[in-house]
């Protein structure tokens, strides 16, 4: 099962800059790693909620205070799709 997630920068409720990348078996964190990458921005760190919120609604929302660098964006986005899986849903 392999989707991808968008990650896109927001700043005043407006996209600024988005990747989208591949996340092979549910493996958010290594291709949220790659997208940081891409778009020169620090990892954000992941706390509990995080997982939960992904685990629950495949969405997570960053703020500033979770980078140990300054960030320009109000908030960091992440999003997880797979065109495959609303096939196989009835």
């Known amino acids: 099962m392999a989707g991808s997630i968008w990650v896109r920068e927001i700043k005043r409720n407006k996209i600024k800059r988005d990747i989208v990348v591949p996340c092979a078996n549910h493996d958010w964190e290594q291709a949220l790693s790659e997208a940081c990458r891409a ?40 999003e997880y799709f797979d065109p495959d899986e609303k096939k196989s849903r009835p």
Do not use: N, S, T, Y
């Open 39 to 78: 778009l020169d921005i620090a990892m954000p760190l992941v706390v509990a909620r995080h997982q939960k919120d992904f685990e629950d609604f495949r969405q997570l929302r960053f703020l500033p205070e979770h980078f140990l660098e300054g960030v320009a964006f109000d908030r960091l986005e992440v």
